[in-house]
């Protein structure tokens, strides 16, 4: 998470997705990886304001890439909304 934007993997309940996505960021993050977190997409809307838009990836493949952004036009959140984003995530690795 920084100013720019949040990068995320958009799994839904698939499991299939939610064990690919955390594989793929074993993968390409590596030693890097200090945690996993988990939010509810409804979460950014509704609760924060912000927007979340879905962006795949080609080069590594990543069909599930998401970004949150501030705005449908525009990518820097403030610095209340990474806050409110940092205690709303549930560690899960």
Do not use: Q, W
């Not at 698939?14 to 979460?43: H, Q, T």
């Not at 998401?66 to 449908?72: F, M, P, Q, V, W």
Request: glycine share 4%; proline share 2%.
């Amino acid at each position: 998470m920084d100013k720019k934007g949040v990068s995320v993997n958009r799994t839904g309940e698939n499991k299939e997705c939610y064990e690919s996505s955390l594989e793929y960021l074993k993968n390409s993050i590596g030693d890097r990886l200090r945690a996993v977190a988990e939010l509810e997409a409804d979460f950014f809307t509704d609760d924060v304001g912000l927007h979340l838009k879905y962006c795949p990836i080609d080069k590594p493949e990543n069909i599930y890439h998401s970004e949150i952004h501030k705005s449908e036009n525009e990518a820097v959140i403030s610095r209340s909304a990474r806050k409110k984003l940092s205690e709303a995530c549930k560690i899960i690795s």
